[in-house]
């Protein structure tokens, strides 16, 4: 089993900024990708940004050039800095990870963070 613990959630102002951090563990032998997703009230989940080992991002476009993720392989975490918020930024954001639990398949495994809260308002 995989367990992601995401933190960093909180209330923002408007043009203010958050950093969302989640770290994988269990029984990992790699990650193809890395992401964040989020859901508002009413509205379906939606991808923010994903990024594979490789190094490849990539973001929604209503997050480009504000938000910025980045991963860290050896420690199977991923971080999500968010700059100039808005208030349609308020969602709960869950961390995402494709595992593969054991070498030699490309057999990925989906899981998802339990999720946290971001509320822009001033």
């Known amino acids: 089993q995989v367990q992601l613990v995401e933190s960093g959630g909180d209330l923002a102002q408007p043009g203010g900024s958050l950093r969302l951090s989640c770290a994988a563990s269990g029984s990992i032998f790699s990650i193809d990708a890395m992401g964040w997703y989020r859901q508002a009230p009413g509205k379906v989940r939606e991808l923010v940004a994903t990024?594979?080992?490789?190094?490849?991002?990539n973001y929604a476009d209503s997050v480009k050039g504000r938000f910025t993720i980045s991963r860290d392989n050896a420690k199977n975490t991923v971080s999500l800095q968010m700059n100039s918020l808005k208030p349609e930024d308020t969602a709960v954001y869950f961390c995402n990870a494709k595992v593969r639990v054991r070498p030699g398949t490309t057999v990925t495994f989906n899981f998802w963070g339990q999720g946290t809260q971001v509320t822009v308002s001033s």
């Open positions: 990024a594979t080992s490789s190094g490849s991002t």
